[in-house]
């Protein structure tokens, strides 16, 4: 059983739809993470949480926005999804202390905006 | 800027060696990271390397030079499970990770 859920797996959506992604972790971890990958390429760091109420962005953080209201919870919502928004989504969660620390991630959710 | 630097695709033969190298340039240095990814999946964590030297855990081993900026990852007695991307990041000052692109190993019978 995975102890870091996102839902939906796969998600194909129209122009200008709010979508929100679901991510949910079992194992107590403050850190969580929102990357996007295209194929074959690196990950980006979109959005990360040290702990509830607290939410930054990354370094892609495009049109999207997250909240931290519960320690295992990191939803990530697109207020106008737009074709560009097409990707896979992956959640991850750390624990540890000063930042280091194994991430565990989710199995991706895969968005195809049309 | 910050840079992870690792080859792009790596092919190899079922029982042989493999070693991907992966160098950096970072805004400091707190450890690197290499994980595996098969297609379609997510990463999965592989080792972690904060101090030069080489760790090694089971058939797989990971090499750090902070001095070079350069870490490989070597595989041994490679399986046909072992086709995957190899993702190496590094931990900057700010604690934040910067991803390389990843290397696919394609193993051949």
């Known amino acids: 059983e995975a102890d870091i859920c996102q839902t939906p797996r796969y998600l194909v959506i129209g122009t200008g739809k709010k979508i929100t992604l679901e991510c949910s972790q079992t194992?107590?971890?403050?850190?969580m993470y929102w990357y996007q990958q295209d194929p074959g390429m690196e990950l980006h760091l979109i959005h990360y949480?040290?702990?509830?109420?607290?939410?930054e962005k990354g370094d892609l953080s495009s049109e999207s926005t997250v909240s931290r209201i519960r320690t295992e919870h990191f939803p990530l919502t697109l207020e106008s999804a737009r074709p560009s928004h097409t990707s896979q989504y992956l959640c991850?969660?750390?624990?540890?202390?000063?930042?280091?620390?194994?991430?565990?991630f989710g199995e991706g959710s895969r968005l195809t905006v049309l | 800027g910050q840079n992870i630097d690792q080859p792009t695709e790596m092919t190899a033969t079922e029982g042989a060696i493999v070693q991907i190298n992966c160098t950096y340039q970072?805004?400091?240095?707190?450890?690197l990271f290499w994980y595996q990814q098969h297609a379609g999946e997510a990463p999965t964590f592989l080792s972690y390397?904060?101090l030069d030297g080489l760790e090694e855990k089971g058939r797989f081993s990971s090499f750090l030079s902070r001095s070079k900026g350069y870490s490989y990852l070597l595989l041994k007695e490679l399986q046909m499970k072992d086709s995957a991307s190899y993702l190496c990041?590094?931990?900057?000052?700010?604690?934040?990770?910067?991803w390389g692109a990843g290397t696919k190993l394609i193993i051949k019978p």
């Open positions: 970072t805004s400091g240095f707190n450890g």
């Open positions: 990041a590094v931990l900057d000052s700010n604690y934040q990770l910067i």
């Open positions: 390397n904060v």
């Open positions: 194992m107590g971890h403050d850190k």
């Open positions: 949480s040290y702990g509830v109420n607290s939410t």
């Open positions: 991850a969660s750390s624990s540890g202390k000063e930042d280091t620390g194994e991430l565990f």
